[in-house]
């Protein structure tokens, strides 16, 4: 009778260690998915930039600095899409602020905003960003999913002994972005 117990404790724990593992795997999954969404809208947006610089070129010649500056973030960030999200975050801050700033001196330009390839431009820039930006909510999502895993007892036992680690989270780099704005009603 004793043995029987002793087998059946055994097949539970078994079965319990069987379950932490495919939990493991499954947040390891989704947070390999979740990034793969985030490389997905970061590529079509460097594939926008090109056309989107066409576009403005001719009427924002006073602004060189700021379409080499974007033009520069671009291939970096091009260049570094094998990066971890840590340095990916980093250069994509970059780009967004860089990117920013010349939707906001186009707003200057009234033969610009009236070109009818700027504007699609401009907004399949914008439905790229809130898309980023809701990739990386998912991400995000996953990767504290897979995270909790792995430092949570008694799932961290498994993770240790399977080589499960933590991932990075893919946030926000610049400060700027994080503050709160200031409002006044004087």
Do not use: C
Not at 107 to 122: G, H, T
Not at 163 to 181: M, T, W
Request: charged fraction near 25%; proline fraction near 3%.
């Amino acid at each position: 009778m004793g043995t029987w117990i002793f087998l059946a404790v055994l097949v539970g724990i078994v079965l319990y260690a069987i379950s932490l593992y495919n939990t493991l795997v499954k947040n390891r999954q989704m947070a390999g998915e979740g990034w793969s969404g985030i490389d997905v809208q970061l590529k079509r947006r460097a594939d926008l930039i090109p056309n989107l610089l066409e576009a403005v070129k001719g009427y924002m010649s006073h602004e060189k600095e700021l379409l080499e500056e974007v033009t520069r973030l671009r291939s970096q960030a091009v260049a570094g899409s094998s990066g971890s999200p840590e340095q990916r975050a980093s250069i994509e801050g970059a780009l967004s602020g860089a990117l920013g700033r010349l939707m906001a001196v186009a707003e200057s330009y009234p033969d610009l905003k009236a070109n009818e390839n700027f504007r699609e431009f401009q907004q399949a820039l914008e439905e790229t960003e809130n898309e980023i930006s809701m990739s990386r909510r998912y991400y995000n999502g996953a990767v504290r999913n897979l995270n909790v895993s792995v430092e949570t007892f008694p799932s961290t036992l498994i993770a240790r002994q399977f080589g499960f680690v933590k991932a990075e989270y893919f946030e926000i780099e610049d400060e700027a972005d994080r503050a709160v704005p200031k409002v006044s009603f004087q």
